[in-house]
């Protein structure tokens, strides 16, 4: 669960300590106090996209910390290494810089946005008032379905097999053309492999005929170089050179070595420094050799070079790039004038391809609609609590309209249906549905979904939205039974919600030397009455704290009465 909240420079937030109980937490204030800043801070911690617009005026940055408490062990944390500490608590950090970036840690080790997005999502589910028009697009039932329906390895073992039809269509579909177009296709084919065959590319040849011209082109320099030093070395035929002058040093003081140490020494030094400079002619001699070059042969590499350099522009830029495309054009001939085989081959693997995906899509359609059953009695019980007891919710299947009748996701493409009313027909959600039926829809829905999941904690942003009367004290009841195995955060406008909280926060902004700020206060009973008996009507009197204590009152014998029941 989440313990502790601190947040720093925050918007209109300066700084702030929130601490959570275990059970239902509520958050209430006036509108644009900043109790959606809690949210977003919340958010912030989850991985969530962040700007530093969020950034309180006059800060260099901001800083969102949580602490979690008795978390399941979850897969993340043996991926990852990390985990919570001896005293079991984990400790998120996220800072974001004036200049965008962000800085995350979890106990004290940095991680990615995307590692603490994932982390996020596996220890806090946020509800907010747009999962209600999520429920209104068609295109999202089919995953609520199935994260009720625990269909998830099931879907992913049918994306793989239709993934292996998609493919198999495709080769096909690229095989499949007119004579024409084939005709053209081969000649073009053709005559690119001829044109780079007839050139005999070899790899790095342009690198060798590049370096050899750069040689060719001041041979004459290199040339008198070399034979300079070589006419040094060794004399050439009319004199001694450096070679004979160190052999004669050497003689001298190896018969001086016969009687002196030090001459031997340096006798043995005037030996290896002969060799040197025999070593060091010999490499002259056969450097000079390279340097003989034919007339024309200039010319020549210039021509070849430009012939590739023509090819390049057509076909790579290399040679290994141009003979990689010359393969890969001998394949396309080959699929080609041989693609009636191909087509045929491909044709069966294609029609079991499709049996394997039909196979599984079945299985998958099967699993689904028993999960659809399940799921239409959960809601309609659900339902029931939050005071629509003659609600009808139906989860409608029909085929997938598709090539094959099927795409990523399966074969079926779902619907929920619903009727408020009795004798009205099932129709779409998205016909029917008003706002306060949305919310509680989505409330049961999220209540149901979230029994299948890890998550210790829940938090509801204004999901109130069109509730009133009735049923905000049935939703109210509904938070609190959810509260009873999740953590619940709430931040609500009815006073029938915030009355049934068994932790109350409210969110106020003041002023202070020029500047806004917002605090967060823990309430206790007394000042409970007076923020309920203010979410009532606005201005305090006794008649409204009447009203308060009397709502407070009736929340703590109903969760008196839940809590002796269990």
């Not at 005026?57 to 969102?64: D, E, H, I, L, Y």
């Not at 049918?158 to 177009?181: H, I, P, W, Y």
């Not at 609590?385 to 029909?398: G, S």
């Not at 009795?422 to 979904?449: F, T, W, Y």
Request: charged share 30%.
């Amino acid at each position: 669960m989440l313990s502790l909240l601190h947040i720093e420079n925050i918007a209109v937030i300066s700084q702030a300590d929130i601490t959570f109980d275990q059970g239902f937490n509520v958050l209430t204030g006036e509108t644009g106090a900043g109790k959606s800043i809690v949210i977003d801070a919340i958010g912030a911690i989850m991985g969530e996209r962040t700007s530093r617009d969020l950034i309180r005026t006059g800060a260099r940055s901001a800083r969102v910390s949580a602490v979690f408490r008795e978390l399941p062990p979850l897969e993340w944390f043996q991926r990852q290494g990390i985990g919570p500490d001896e005293n079991g608590e984990l400790l998120i950090e996220r800072a974001i810089q004036g200049d965008g970036k962000n800085v995350c840690r979890v106990n004290g080790r940095p991680l990615l946005v995307t590692q603490l997005r994932e982390l996020g999502n596996q220890l806090l589910n946020i509800h907010g008032q747009h999962d209600g028009q999520q429920l209104l697009d068609e295109e999202c039932h089919l995953d609520y379905l199935d994260s009720f329906g625990g269909t998830g390895e099931s879907r992913a073992a049918f994306s793989a097999v239709f993934e292996k039809v998609r493919t198999l269509r495709r080769e096909r579909d690229e095989l499949q053309m007119n004579d024409a177009e084939k005709a053209r296709r081969i000649d073009t084919l053709t005559y690119q492999i001829e044109e780079l065959e007839r050139a005999e590319l070899r790899v790095g040849e342009d690198e060798e005929l590049s370096a050899r011209r750069d040689v060719l082109r001041n041979a004459e320099r290199l040339t008198d170089a070399v034979d300079g030093a070589w006419q040094a070395l060794t004399g050439g035929e009319d004199g001694e050179g450096a070679v004979s002058l160190i052999m004669e040093a050497e003689n001298r003081l190896a018969q001086g070595g016969r009687y002196s140490a030090d001459l031997k020494e340096l006798a043995e030094k005037a030996a290896q420094l002969r060799c040197d400079a025999d070593d060091l002619a010999e490499l002259l001699r056969d450097l000079r050799g390279t340097l003989d070059f034919y007339p024309g042969e200039l010319d020549e590499i210039e021509e070849r070079l430009d012939k590739l350099y023509r090819l390049k522009k057509k076909y790579g830029g290399s040679t290994q790039e141009m003979l990689d495309y010359l393969d890969r054009c001998r394949q396309e001939l080959d699929a080609i004038q041989f693609s009636e085989d191909r087509i045929a081959q491909l044709d069966k693997q294609l029609e079991k391809a499709l049996s394997g995906a039909r196979e599984q899509g079945k299985l998958l359609s099967i699993q689904r609609r028993a999960a659809a059953d399940k799921l239409a009695g959960r809601i309609q019980s659900e339902l029931k609590e939050l005071d629509m007891p003659k609600v009808r919710f139906q989860v409608e299947f029909a085929p997938k309209d598709a090539p094959d009748g099927m795409d990523a996701t399966g074969m079926d493409t779902v619907r929920f249906l619903m009727s408020a009313n009795v004798g009205e027909d099932l129709k779409p959600i998205n016909k029917i549905a008003s706002g306060g039926e949305l919310s509680r829809i989505m409330l049961a829905l999220k209540n149901v979904l979230a029994e299948t999941e890890q998550v210790t904690t829940l938090i509801f942003d204004e999901v109130d939205t069109g509730v009133s009367g009735r049923a905000a004290g049935k939703v109210a009841q509904k938070l609190f039974q959810v509260s009873r195995s999740k953590q619940v955060l709430c931040v609500t406008h009815l006073p029938q919600i915030a009355a049934m909280g068994d932790v109350h926060f409210s969110v106020e902004k003041g002023e202070k030397d020029g500047r806004t700020y917002t605090q967060v206060e823990r309430l206790e009973r007394s000042r409970r009455r007076e923020e309920l008996a203010r979410l009532s009507g606005g201005n305090v009197t006794a008649v409204m704290l009447d009203g308060a204590e009397e709502l407070l009152t009736a929340a703590e014998k109903f969760k008196t009465g839940a809590r002796k029941k269990t």
